[in-house]
Each structure stands twice: as structure tokens, then as C-alpha cells.
């Protein structure tokens, strides 16, 4: 078995819905962020890449028709590049990582572009065909931007609730208040904030032109958020009288951009030196309304594979759905020895950076690589709820013996 190492990230800006990115269709950003991957390793030609696997959730509008095959051709790649697109909603990206880990150990490919995109703005309403000839009623449109559409009536109505309604389900089963939650979302906020202003995201993001001028950050970060602005706002998915405790700032966005990370065999010549080594992969799954906290075992089993334990590890990027089932999965994760929360998220979290679906499994692998290249940290872990109850983890090894 060879071993599998990541040796570059970038991502765009995370755009909010309707906002900088809203103009730039999914399989230009796609195309982009490859040519902004290749630029980070000037040695590589792209004709070495052995295959291209890329997430996206939505796959329903320009994201349709392999979207990661779009991508390759519309940045230029040798035509004899092969892609393909692969769908776990929220962790499509992060599975791409996996599935292509694992492509890497078996020796069936030295040199994998990984990554993923999802426009949430540009995401199509649908109108399903008609069961039969000539119908005289009206028919509806279902957005595809998020959550359930097009449902089946033999699924249990319990497993079909909001994603919104599952997490309140949890914060209630777990005793998780707002104050906490807004509480974790300030620091997403002001993290993410103090880490732009440091320099820590200048490398991983490369801008993108659009009509309207060029964006360079992360568009829905605020840097002015405190508990008590938080708390202001009113609950999204069920009354304040009615318990509700998520609202619009302690929960993800909506968001446009893509993200892209190259993985490659030990002894691959791509002209750089490996950041991190994939020690470990978890998958877990459990009922649809609990998916929150699917990552807790996800990771579980990721430290297992890897031959660790938690105290081991130094750095968490965990993609923040949501602050409550953030915190919940945080929580259990002190339980069984990680060391400190301040570990987790660091450098800010998608409450604030954004949660573009398809993108994030690679933005949180990018981050924790720099996280450990920062830190001198041997290991990391990446992990990633997904809608219908499910959660990735993947555990990472410093190969740079020096911060830097």
C-alpha cells in the first residue's frame, strides 16, 4: 500500500446567495479553482493528474453533466483528464478526498485533484413532469437550493422534517441553550475575522474577477458580531414561545464557491513537498433528524483507522452546519479526550466563512493542513455533517517538522 499526501489547497471566497459570486456559474468556478491549484504547483502539468473527483451537492442546474469533468475541460486540462462527480450532499468534497485516498493507497492513481463547488444562488427552481398526458391542474416549483424536494411519500414523515427542525430536535435532546450557541457563533465570527486580518487565509484563497470587480474574502464573516447582537435575531424554524433557538446567525448560510486540493502518491513528482499525510477515514451514519451528530463517530473511527486516540490530536476543523450540533459534537469529543475546544475551528468556522455545500469537505481539509503547518501539530481531524443522517471525518499528519 502507498501512502497519500496532500501537498496543495486553495478554495475561492465564499460569496453569500445573491451576493459577489452570484454572476459566476458553478463550472467557471470549478474551472477556476483547478487553474488556481495548478498555479500553487508550477511544476505540475496538468496531464500528470490521473483523475479529477469533485463534489457538488445540488447537480441540478449548470452543475449538471459531471460538473468536475466541465471544470477540467473549461480550464484547459488535456482532454485525456478524466473526472467525475460525486454527491454526499454536504460532505461531497471531503468524500471526494476520501474516495481518491484511497484511489492513491491502492496504487490506482500517483496524482489526484480533489475538490468540489456548489452555487446555491444559481441553483434552479424544478417542475416534475406529469404523471400522465395533459394534467388540469396547476403545478409547483421546488427550489433546489436546499433541503427536501421532490419527496417520496413511502419515506417516514420524521426523516423528512428541515434541517433546521433536526437541530432543534438536538439542542433539545442535548440541553444546548441559545446563549451557547450564539455564544459559538461570535467566535465562527471574530476568528475568522482576526485570521483574515492576520494573513492566515491569503494563501489558500485565490481571488475571482466577476463584472463587478474582483472578490477576495470571504463575504458573509462579521467581525462586529457579539452575543448580544446575536441575540436579537428571531428564531428561523420555530418560535421563540415555541422553544426555537436557531436563527439566521448561529446557523451556516447560504453560499456560492468552490474548493480544490491535490493529493498524491509518496514519491510523486509534482514539485513540492507534502504538507500532510491522510492517516485515517471515518464514515458513520444513523437516523435522517440526527445527522448533526453523525461526525462524532465519524471521526471516532477515522482516529482508529489512523491508530490514535484524541488526546493526540491538535487541530479540528469541523464545518459548522449549525452551533448546536457544533457544540454537541464538541462536547463528545472533550468526553473522549481531546484536549482543549479552543482546537476546534481556530481560525473561524462556516457560521461565518460560509458552507457552499459541494465546497466545504475540501475548504476544512485545506484549512486543517495549515492549521498543522502553523502549529507544528502532528495530527488533525476534518469532519463534516451530512443532511439524511450521515458524517465524514479524515484524520491528517504533519509532514513539516517546523512551524511556520
Known amino acids: 500500500m502507498n501512502d497519500c499526501y496532500l501537498h496543495a489547497a486553495v478554495r475561492t471566497p465564499f460569496g453569500r446567495l445573491g451576493g459577489a459570486l452570484s454572476g459566476v456559474r458553478p463550472d467557471d468556478l470549478s474551472a477556476h479553482v483547478l487553474t488556481a491549484l495548478l498555479a500553487t504547483t508550477p511544476a505540475l502539468e496538468p496531464g500528470q493528474v490521473d483523475e479529477v473527483v469533485w463534489g457538488c451537492a445540488n447537480q441540478a442546474g449548470e452543475d449538471n ?4 469533468r466541465m471544470g477540467v475541460l473549461l480550464a484547459g486540462w488535456p482532454t485525456s483528464v478524466p473526472a467525475t462527480t460525486v454527491n454526499r450532499l454536504c460532505g461531497s468534497s471531503l468524500d471526494a478526498a476520501m474516495i481518491a485516498s484511497r484511489a492513491v493507497e491502492t496504487g490506482d492513481a500517483a496524482v489526484v485533484v480533489v475538490g468540489g463547488v456548489e452555487s446555491m444562488t444559481r441553483a434552479p427552481w424544478v417542475l416534475p413532469k406529469p404523471a400522465r398526458a395533459f394534467p388540469a391542474g396547476n403545478a409547483e416549483l421546488a427550489s433546489t437550493t436546499l433541503g427536501w424536494r421532490l419527496v417520496n411519500p413511502a419515506m417516514p414523515a420524521e426523516w423528512t422534517i428541515s434541517l433546521g427542525e433536526c437541530n432543534e430536535l438536538l439542542a433539545e435532546k442535548f440541553a444546548v441553550g441559545r446563549d451557547r ?7 465562527s465570527h471574530q476568528a475568522a475575522a482576526a485570521a483574515w ?8 484563497v485565490t481571488p475571482v474577477e466577476t463584472p463587478d ?5 470571504d463575504e458573509g464573516i462579521r467581525p462586529d458580531s457579539t452575543p448580544a447582537t446575536l441575540a436579537r435575531l428571531t428564531p428561523s424554524f420555530r418560535t421563540a414561545e415555541d422553544g426555537g433557538t436557531i436563527t439566521a446567525g448561529n446557523a451556516s448560510p447560504l453560499n456560492d464557491g468552490a474548493s480544490a486540493v491535490l493529493l498524491a502518491a509518496d514519491g510523486a513528482d509534482v514539485g513540492t513537498d507534502p504538507l500532510a499525510r491522510v492517516a485515517g477515514r471515518g464514515a458513520h451514519a444513523l437516523d435522517p433528524r440526527d445527522f448533526g451528530y453523525a461526525p462524532v463517530e465519524a471521526a471516532h473511527r477515522a482516529l482508529a483507522r489512523a491508530g490514535i486516540a484524541w488526546d493526540q490530536v491538535g487541530a479540528v476543523e469541523l464545518n459548522e452546519a449549525f452551533a448546536v450540533q ?3 459534537c464538541v462536547d463528545e469529543w472533550l468526553a473522549a479526550g481531546l484536549r482543549d475546544r479552543d482546537l476546534v475551528n481556530a481560525r473561524g468556522g462556516a457560521i461565518a466563512i460560509g458552507h457552499p455545500l459541494g465546497a466545504s469537505g475540501g475548504r476544512v481539509l485545506g484549512t486543517l493542513a495549515a492549521r498543522l503547518r502553523e502549529s507544528g501539530e502532528r ?26
Open 197 to 204: 486580518d492576520a494573513g492566515f487565509y491569503d494563501p489558500l
Open 181 to 187: 450557541q450564539d455564544d459559538f457563533a461570535t467566535r
Open 326 to 328: 457544533s457544540i454537541v
Open 379 to 404: 495530527y488533525g481531524v476534518a469532519a463534516i455533517c451530512i443532511g439524511v443522517g450521515q458524517g465524514l471525518a479524515v484524520v491528517l499528519e504533519n509532514t513539516v517538522t517546523e512551524p511556520r
Open 65 to 68: 453533466r459531471n460538473v468536475g
Open 213 to 217: 470587480g474582483t472578490v477576495t474574502r
